[in-house]
């Protein structure tokens, strides 16, 4: 007999999926729009703002729905912590492209899910099987294979320089951040506790480039800014904190961020959108492995139990 109140609804796992599939197509799009802002704005000073209006738009959501409740103000220092972290990898990603090989770059970025997985062993004891392990290791080789194009040369003459230094710091701090919500969450739900973390990253960050903001001219900046700035607030900031806020609250750290393998594919889709020609089937054999690592950690959560999950 299915349990009260469960009928017709996905068990918490499947939620978390899909809260991912959701999350890592959103992300992608700020690629293509990132790409053409680059140079017109400061990071810090872009990143600032993109927080200040994600947490205006969460703390309105808040506000209208559950309300701020009493027990979530309890050690406001996690969101400070949590916020400062998430940030943190913003502002290097663009750092790092200042000077860093975008294919390079985004070769660092497939090594975001081991990471993750270092650190949820480190913060949260959370082991990988056989299986999620192979999954992982699947889905970094599509992901490779769909970024250099499945050119085994070009992918052999990588080479680690300060840009990409800069942007690995980055996605360590991504990687970091998805475990320690988890670590740092006192029962708060996705939506409460995503507003917590927006305002204290909007404030560590308003504090960080406070000489950035007050040097932009901003009535000058080109229209292509704004609209990013819109996309990245709304999406890409507020929904994709929601989205793996919640996430991480129903999957182990590794099986999260295995959904940045997707994020390359999903940026050929918006590439397409935006006019951009298609590289070619070349990149097939590439995006076949991310989606066969993912149908390994579907299988993987049919057969064996999570213990945290809730």
Partial sequence: MPEPGRTGTLRPTMQGHAAMLVFSSLVAGSFPLGAMVANAISPSAFTALRFILAAA?????????????????????????????????????????????????????????IMSAGFGWLLLRQMLTARVAMALALGGVGALWVIFRGDLAAAARLELGRGEAVYMLGCAAHAFYTPLVRRLNRGESPLVFTFGTLLGGSVVTTIYAWGDIRATEWLSLPS???????YTTVFASAVTFVLLQFATLRLPSAKVMAYTYLVPGWVLVWQMGLGQPFPGLVVAPGLALTLGALALLLRDDTSVPIAAET
């Avoid at 400070?80 to 913003?90: C, T």
């Avoid at 292509?224 to 819109?230: G, S």
């Fill in 224 to 230: 292509i800014v704004w609209v990013t700035l819109a």
């Fill in 57 to 113: 738009l969460i703390g309105l959501a808040v506000a209208m729905g559950p309300g701020l409740p009493r027990a979530a103000l309890r050690a406001p220092w996690r969101y400070m912590v949590l916020g400062g972290i998430f940030a943190s990898y913003f502002i290097l990603m663009f750092e790092g492209l200042k000077t860093a090989n975008p294919v390079s770059a985004a070769a660092v970025f497939t090594l975001t899910p």
